[in-house]
């Protein structure tokens, strides 16, 4: 009976240890659950307004994207009819030089068509410099140009004589001879 007193002796100190070790951990987690409980009930009300301001701002955010998606969408179509626009001016511009050349070959009848498609690419090239130019200053200086030279096709027209069938357009011939000449030379 000796052995089994000392065998149920040794048993019962490591049940106690381990006993106390369970009650140490459970005090501990008792402790960090009443300590978090506290600090959410002491800071609920911050807690809660952080929510509310964080799904107030979520809301903002949306109302925001939905704006700047509307203002999008309706720049890309102004963008869109302007585009449109210019084309139709730049297609009607290109009409009316057709009509001039048209108009050139009728009236000077004994003009050379190669010299009346070498006025008509030359304003249609002036044409495209002035539309598509990106730098203000030279879109303007080839505005003026394409003006110059229309002004001066419409001035020849005008002055043409019925007695001088064999005229050319002399003045729109010097127009496009200085504004060759003006241009820089290749290397």
């Known amino acids: ?24 951990i459970a005090r501990i987690i008792y402790t960090l659950k009443s ?9 609920l009300p911050a807690l809660d307004k952080l929510r509310h301001d964080r799904a107030l701002a979520e809301l903002e955010l949306k ?15 102004r963008i869109r009819m302007e585009e449109e626009r210019q084309t139709a001016q730049f297609q009607e ?8 050349k048209a108009t050139m070959l009728a009236t000077y009848a004994s003009m050379p068509k190669p010299i ?29 140009r394409f003006t110059a030279l229309m002004l001066t096709i419409t001035e020849d027209l005008s002055q043409l004589q019925a007695h001088a069938p064999n005229a050319l357009p002399e003045k729109t011939l010097a127009f496009i001879r200085e504004h060759v000449a003006r241009l820089p030379e290749a290397e």
Not at 35 to 43: G, P, V, Y
Request: glycine share 2%; charged share 30%.
């Open 1 to 24: 009976m000796a052995s089994q007193d000392v065998t149920s002796k040794d048993v019962r100190p490591q049940g106690n240890s381990e006993n106390n070790i369970g009650n140490y």
């Open 35 to 43: 300590e978090s409980a506290a600090w959410k009930m002491t800071h």
């Open 63 to 77: 109302h925001r994207l939905e704006q700047l998606d509307i203002r999008l969408q309706e720049e890309c179509t």
């Open 93 to 100: 511009f290109l009409d009316s030089i057709d009509e001039m």
């Open 116 to 144: 009346a498609l070498m006025i008509h690419h030359h304003a249609a090239e002036l044409l495209k410099e002035a539309w598509f130019s990106q730098d203000t200053r030279e879109r303007l200086r080839n505005q003026t």
